[in-house]
C-alpha cells in the first residue's frame, strides 16, 4: 500500500530531510571536536605536570649542590 503525496508534501519531506541531515552532521561535527579538546587538554595537563617536577627536581639539585658547597667551605 503506497500512499501518494502531493508535490509540496513531497518537497516538505525533501526539505525536513535535508535539514535533519545537516543537524546531524553538525552534532556529529561538535562531537569530535570536544573530543579533540578534550585529548588536548589531557596531554597538556600531563606534559605541564611533567614540567613542574623537572623544575622541582631541577631546584632541589641546584639546592641541595650549594648545600654541599657551604658544608665544604665550612669544613676549610
Given at each position: 500500500m503506497t500512499q501518494t503525496h502531493s508535490k509540496s508534501r513531497q518537497q516538505a519531506?525533501?526539505?525536513f530531510g535535508n535539514t535533519q541531515t545537516q543537524f546531524f552532521s553538525r552534532n556529529h561535527a561538535v562531537a569530535e571536536m570536544d573530543s579533540l579538546v578534550a585529548a588536548r587538554?589531557?596531554?597538556t595537563q600531563r606534559l605541564r605536570q611533567a614540567r613542574l617536577a623537572k623544575d622541582a627536581d631541577d631546584i632541589a639539585r641546584a639546592?641541595?649542590?650549594l648545600i654541599a658547597?657551604?658544608?665544604r667551605k665550612s669544613d676549610l
Amino acid at each position: 500500500m503506497t500512499q501518494t503525496h502531493s508535490k509540496s508534501r513531497q518537497q516538505a519531506e525533501i526539505a525536513f530531510g535535508n535539514t535533519q541531515t545537516q543537524f546531524f552532521s553538525r552534532n556529529h561535527a561538535v562531537a569530535e571536536m570536544d573530543s579533540l579538546v578534550a585529548a588536548r587538554e589531557t596531554k597538556t595537563q600531563r606534559l605541564r605536570q611533567a614540567r613542574l617536577a623537572k623544575d622541582a627536581d631541577d631546584i632541589a639539585r641546584a639546592s641541595a649542590g650549594l648545600i654541599a658547597m657551604r658544608a665544604r667551605k665550612s669544613d676549610l
